[in-house]
């Protein structure tokens, strides 16, 4: 049974209807990266299952269980966890005193320790009473999926993690995130960075304009230029 199902999914902003019929699944253990140009619906996608978009239409089920009617609340403390492309990281609190709000707020899971996280990020380590205001891009990123992951996430959603950041911050990045996965955390990925995202998943869906337009596996997705070219506008690595 997949741990996440998708099922002809529409979404609306008030009377503009911006995901038609999509349908995707995310198996247990398995990181999957959602595709796409700018405005191609990745972030509504996400924001239909995380329940903050307030108009949808067809089936999200998560663990078995219809979220289509739940809360916003209810969802996250059902397990799913979003790293928001803007991160919100709270900019007068430390490191650490981050990691700790979101450790006490963990609901319906036992979080982990805060020194895993450490463990994890290194540099979270040294920096833990650093203000998040004083952290650099990467820094602030490694901070917002420190803050999901203490949680115990069943299902971890990466909106744009590379959003800009420098290419050896990508790289550092990209290192982390490896070491997560590894961790058998589910992980749905929506990335500009296609080489990023391709590294770090083991299937691929492609939306256009709010609609499903390709999916497989990322080592069919690596042989199908026609394929990046049509619907994500690649140069040599990155897209936009």
Sequence with gaps: MSLLTLSD???????????????????QNEVVALLGRNG??????????????PRRQGTIEFDGRSIVDRSVDTISNMGVKLVPEERRIFPTLTVRENLQVAHDASSGADPRPIEEMYDIFPVLGDLRENPGRNLSGGEQQMLAVARALVQDPNLLLLDEPTEGLAPVIVDDLREVLEDVV???VTV??????????????????IIESGENAWDGSIEELRSREDLLDEYISVGEATVD
């Design 9 to 27: 999914v529409n979404a609306f902003y008030g009377n503009s209807h911006v995901l038609f019929d999509l349908s995707m699944h995310v198996e």
């Design 40 to 53: 191609a619906g990745k972030t509504t996608t996400f924001r239909s299952i995380t329940g903050t978009v």
């Design 182 to 184: 590894s961790r058998d």
């Design 188 to 205: 749905l990925i929506s990335e500009q960075n296609v080489d990023f995202a391709l590294d770090l998943s083991e299937r691929a869906y």
